[in-house]
């Protein structure tokens, strides 16, 4: 809480702490109230003589301190809300503390608190210093022993490491002792305790060594965590082959818990994933929950080297563990579910996220050199863009030297915290490249434009492309340099054949033109291909060329990209008063064909049936006007429902699911596919597709079906949406994670009267705002993803979550902070919106005692 004007924290004054920790002994006597923690720490200095011991501690009761096994009297050292100071200590001590904490009070979800009963914790990134006093910082590294005491009632007692001792104690208490060998940073620690069900397997890992996995859920669960389970044992798999990376430890162990600020957490040997990420059956997760499931498992398991092995030297290097690994599990989820299919996924995340965030106030480099929290900067810039990065070096460097530079990393590294440099460094050792002028890509904010112009001469039979990039300007960055953009460039002929194959060209200063010879025809260039850097392309292109490329480029991000950029074309012109009717005919004529090619794969198809989504189409309009967008886009989408029914239809009926259920990926993209024609279908709803619709919803076998006839019924409206939710509701309201669905549904009902709808919800019995993903389910799902309701006119949508933040940032700072973003992008809207969504920013900056999470978000986006 606000209680003077907070201090900035910057990358420049980083400076070593000046001692190790050479152990780290934690005593945790577990009480849901008053949980007693005793830490004992050996010390010994590394830095100045004379440096005082400073210690993080927030929040905590102070019991006692003592050094070397004697008490220490308070003049010994001095206290305040965020540190405990020693000012003269000795070369090499023993520092004993015990703290009283309160986890049953903690709804921050930071730190130890209590999630269905149990105890759980999250430390990243700064929550240790809530469980004891220590140097919470990542470059602190300690090997730790845990002992942890509680009742019997809270059956497992679970930490890092191994587990060296167990048994009962009097009073109806047991204790276990764990060790972790590996030294580790404080926000890797973890602990559980309570009662919970456990599925087991193992792994024999490349050298032969036998782990034991063990996956946790709350009792009677134990079938939802196999997908998990399975997943686990693939990404294990995976990390030895695709990164020669196998694991350490003898046991892994994955707890899910309902409580969760984020998605899941790396701790060292005891992974802590939100519920949704990790619980799955046919029958209550859909298609999309596996995927994400399997992706952030592997996530979090690739974390052990890419993170945890090798840490960051400060929050500032956040992207060297999030960027990598990002990329790792995408490369991942590539392998597992289909290359082309993974990338446009992928693309279309970080557009939606990450160029929106780069588009505005918040907009920061992927090395940020400052800020106030770092609990803000987990952001997609941070994750998604970093992951871009590491994407590009690995196009510009070919596979086998990026692999050599990541060998060089893991072998020079292990059991450091380090930093950004030192990884750029490894790829430029092992290959011999400089690589200094790519390293502008951590420290530039903003998402390049790039531009693309071509001149074929038909009689020397050349070809002449120009390629410019410019940056705009992002906070605090006027100035913009060039970077070393990979643009990947094939050449079609104007029937759609091959004309040559993809070449890199690297656009490393702001213009560049590169001549290709021997051109046989008129060619349709197809550029960035798979999307070989995040900027934002324009080119000269026709809608001709486009329509080749949409029909034909075999490289299908480009050949999904034209269809995109085709129909968000005509959805803007339309928007903007002239619609193009003629080409939205031949667009769906297009998307008709596209629909009925053999040779591609349902899930390529469903992606195409997708036109681009309001936030991304709000990007491209200046100023974006959201109810001009959504009708425009609703226009379109009637016009292939009416133009492609018969189709749409037919396809619907045939994709009907005649076998037993599957989670593979070509089972998904069959069901996205139908999915996608019931979403279409919805958008001419007359009796013969309403019932269609309904008769899909009330057949559904799954949650994937179900939810898919659900949504389109949502966009029907009516009362065909009342009755299903209705009965939705009713079938599934004991399933925390189903009602999570049945809230998000609703918040993206586009009708007038959505946001009444909406609000009525937050008082519903089973609305839970302490719960993060009940609470973002309803109120994050409105103000992200319903931008026709959110940005009413009357500014009610803008009130309404100037309202939530508030209310949540009492008790859980980090779930508030993340919705500011949404109401950060007011320069972008016209004036009569821009001005109410403002006005709601400041009243949120002016709220006395607001948390320095939301006021820094918040601040920044006034700026
Ligand atoms: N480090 C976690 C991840 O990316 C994210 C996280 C951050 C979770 C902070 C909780 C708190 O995998
Ligand atoms: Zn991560």
Known sequence: MRTETPQAIRLVDYRPFPFEIEETHLHFRLDPSATRVVTTLKIRRTGEAGAPLVLNGERLKLISVSMDGHALDSSAYRQDAEFLTLEAVPDAFVLTTEVEIDPAANKALMGLYMSGGRFCTQCEAEGFRTITYFPDRPDVLSRYTVRIEADQAFQHLLSNGNLIDSGALGGGRHYAVWNDPFPKPAYLFALVAGELDVLEDSFVTMSGRTVALKVFVDPGQAPRGAYALDALKRSMAWDEQAFGREYDLD?????????????????KGLNIFNSSLLLADPETATDLDFE?????????????????????????????????????????????????????????ALRARQFAEDAGPL???????????????????????????IRMLKTLLGDDAFRAGSDLYFERHDGQATTVEAFIACFADATGRDLSDF???????????????????????????????????????????????????????????????????????????????????????????GFSAPVNLTTDARPADGYVLFAADPDLFNRWEAGQTLARDLILARAAGSADEVGEERYAEALGRALVDEASEPAFKALLLALPSEPDLALAME????????????????????????????????????????ADARSAGMRALRNGCADLLAADPHALNVDRI???????????????????????????????????HTKWRHEPLVLDKWFALQARDP????????????????????????????????????????????????????????????????TAA??????????????????????????????????????????????
């Open 251 to 267: 046991l892994f162990m994955i707890v899910a818990v309902r409580d969760f600020n984020f998605g899941a957490m790396e701790n």
């Open 292 to 348: 994400r499931i399997e992706a952030v498992v592997a996530h979090e398991y690739f974390h052990n080297w890419t993170g945890n092995r090798i840490t960051c030297r400060d929050w500032f290097q956040l992207c060297l563990k999030e960027g990598f690994t990002v990329f790792r599990d995408q490369s991942f989820s590539a392998d597992q579910r289909g290359a082309a299919v993974q990338r446009i996924k992928d693309v279309k």
């Open 363 to 389: 907009a920061h480099p992927v090395r940020p050199s400052s800020y106030l929290k770092i609990d803000n900067f987990y952001t997609a810039t941070i994750y998604e863009k970093g992951a871009e990065i």
């Open 439 to 529: 390293f502008a890509w951590y420290e530039q904010a903003g998402t390049p434009s790039v531009s693309l112009a071509s001149t074929y001469d038909a009689a020397a039979r050349t070809l002449e492309i120009s390629l410019t990039q410019a940056t705009a300007q992002t906070p605090g960055q006027p100035a913009k340099k060039a970077l070393p953009i990979p643009v990947t460039i094939g050449l079609l002929d104007a029937n759609g054949a091959p004309l040559r194959d993809s070449e890199v060209v690297v656009l490393d200063t702001s213009t560049k033109t590169v001549r290709w010879a021997g051109i046989a025809s008129t060619p349709v260039v197809s550029a960035l291909r």
């Open 623 to 662: 100023p974006a006007d959201p109810a001009a967008l959504h009708a425009a886009r609703r226009a379109l989408r009637t016009r292939i429902a009416v133009h492609l029914g018969d189709l749409l239809r037919r396809l619907h009926g045939e994709l009907q699911a005649s076998s037993a259920f599957s």
């Open 694 to 728: 309904v008769g899909h919803f009330e057949a559904a076998a799954n949650m994937t079906d179900a939810m898919g006839a659900l949504s389109a019924l949502v966009q029907i409206g009516g009362e065909a949406r009342d009755k299903a939710l209705a009965a939705f």
């Open 751 to 814: 009708s007038a009267s959505a946001l009444d709808r909406v609000i009525a919800l937050t008082t519903h019995e089973d609305f839970d705002a302490t719960n993060p993903n009940r609470f973002r389910a309803l109120v994050s799902t409105f103000a992200n993803f319903n931008p026709a309701r959110f940005h009413d006119p009357s500014g009610a949508g803008y009130r309404f979550l100037a309202e939530k933040i508030l209310a949540v940032d009492a008790y859980n700072p980090m």
């Open 818 to 863: 993340r919705l500011v973003e949404a109401l950060g992008g007011w320069r972008r809207y016209p004036d009569t919106l821009g001005t109410q969504m403002r006005e709601a920013l400041s009243g949120v900056a002016a709220h006395p005692g607001l948390s320095k999470n939301v006021l820094e978000l918040a601040s920044k986006a006034l700026d």
